[in-house]
């Protein structure tokens, strides 16, 4: 009976561990250490249950037309198949940059910057359109050091998306550019497009 019983709680403690072994907590950090406003927690299956293909890269989060995506207060975004639109703390009446009117050749990759700011924060966004695979990633080397932003895109894969970060502002260091360089990748790690601005 004391052999079945210490059977029985070693079997429980072995769940208890495989269970919580199996969260996962993902939370993006700027280079100061902090984790932005918006990070994510999800838990695996449970061990007894089938594990699937080791671990899956990123893809951008389907928005439907219109709908509004918060990249910080005052910062809002949007996509319609023209486009993208956004509106900041001094333009609410919003702004927009078309991915049809000649201006933006989809079918080779790209990456565009906006950049506005308000003392407490720099809104970063842009289009990514022309890659090759499925976009995963973005990365920005900025003033304020490296960034990882977010991706959106419109469903049925219009071969374009928009990706946004958020940064703290850093004193006037005499650069003409916050943003110096920008790298979209798609989810096999390759590189789908980038821009350098230095």
Do not use: C
């Not at 918060?70 to 023209?82: C, D, N, V, Y």
């Not at 958020?166 to 790690?189: H, I, L, M, Q």
């Amino acid at each position: 009976m004391k052999r079945t019983l210490k059977y029985l709680a070693g079997a429980a403690v072995t769940a208890a561990v495989a269970g919580m072994a199996t969260m996962a907590y993902a939370a993006p950090h700027d280079t100061s250490g902090r984790a932005p406003h918006s990070a994510t927690v999800t838990a695996a299956a449970p061990a007894a249950a089938p594990v699937a293909a080791a671990k899956h890269a990123p893809t951008p989060r389907i928005v439907q037309p219109g709908e509004r995506v918060t990249g910080a207060p005052g910062f809002e975004l949007w996509l319609t198949p023209e486009g993208k639109h956004w509106t900041t703390p001094d333009m609410p009446e919003g702004q927009f940059r078309s991915v049809v009117d000649g201006n933006v050749d989809l079918s080779r990759p790209g990456v565009s910057v906006q950049s506005e700011g308000t003392p407490e924060r720099v809104h970063l966004s842009g289009l990514y359109y022309g890659g090759k695979g499925t976009a995963s990633t973005v990365e920005l080397r900025t003033a304020a050091g490296t960034l990882r932003g977010e991706l959106i895109e419109l469903p049925g894969r219009p071969g374009w998306g928009v990706w946004y970060a958020v940064a703290d502002p850093v004193p006037n260091d005499g650069s003409w550019s916050f943003v110096s360089e920008v790298t979209v990748r798609n989810t096999k790690g390759k590189v789908y497009a980038s821009l350098s601005l230095r």
